[in-house]
């Protein structure tokens, strides 16, 4: 694994712990602090995503930049959007939705859904849906989106992505 994929997945790995470290302590929901703000608004931002693919000897890019947002509608549901160097080496846009049902403490736990473009081999680049299973991992500043990308017909390439969240609002 290179130097610089190890080190952003270990300060994950740090991230996780840190946000779940006092889970007793932090509110269980953050939209429910968000709707101490006028309107109840809050938004995220990322920089992108990091991703671990299984086929380690196949190239794929690990470290995908980009810039992101997310906001809670809900307890249960976010808007998301943005764009990333994909894994392919291409600029990928996305807009969708988490619907995370599950909690427990600082932990969400759902799908995400959405439209993709970008991915040369997946429909010369255009856009198609796909649903993703989704994890988040936050306390009211920071945190992290978890998702799992299945192989795809040899068009999408499977790993394992994690995007760090900042909340700026």
């Known amino acids: 694994m290179d130097s610089t994929l190890k080190k952003t997945l270990a300060s994950l790995v740090l991230l996780l712990r840190l946000s779940t470290s006092n889970a007793d302590e932090l509110p269980a929901k953050t939209p429910e602090s968000a ?14 995503l990091v991703s671990y693919h299984f086929d380690r000897n196949a190239g794929y890019r690990g470290l995908n930049w ?3 947002v997310q906001s809670d ?4 549901l976010s808007v998301l959007a ?9 600029r990928s846009n996305y807009a969708g939705l988490a619907w995370q049902p599950l909690s427990w403490h600082s932990v969400r736990i ?3 859904a959405g439209i ?3 991915y040369p081999a997946m429909l010369n680049g255009g856009w198609f849906a796909a649903a993703l299973p989704w994890i988040s991992i936050r306390n009211e500043r920071v945190g992290v989106n978890l998702t ?7 068009r999408l390439h499977c790993a394992i992505s994690g995007q ?3 909340r700026v609002w």
Request: no cysteine; proline share 7%.
């Open 35 to 48: 709707k101490a703000l006028p309107g109840g608004f809050n938004l995220w931002i990322n920089p992108g």
């Open 66 to 68: 980009g810039f992101g």
């Open 73 to 76: 509608l809900s307890d249960h």
């Open 82 to 90: 943005g764009n990333f160097i994909n894994s392919d080496r291409a």
């Open 110 to 112: 759902g799908l995400a």
């Open 116 to 118: 993709f473009n970008g």
């Open 148 to 154: 799992i990308v299945p192989n795809y017909s040899n």
């Open 164 to 166: 760090v969240i900042l």
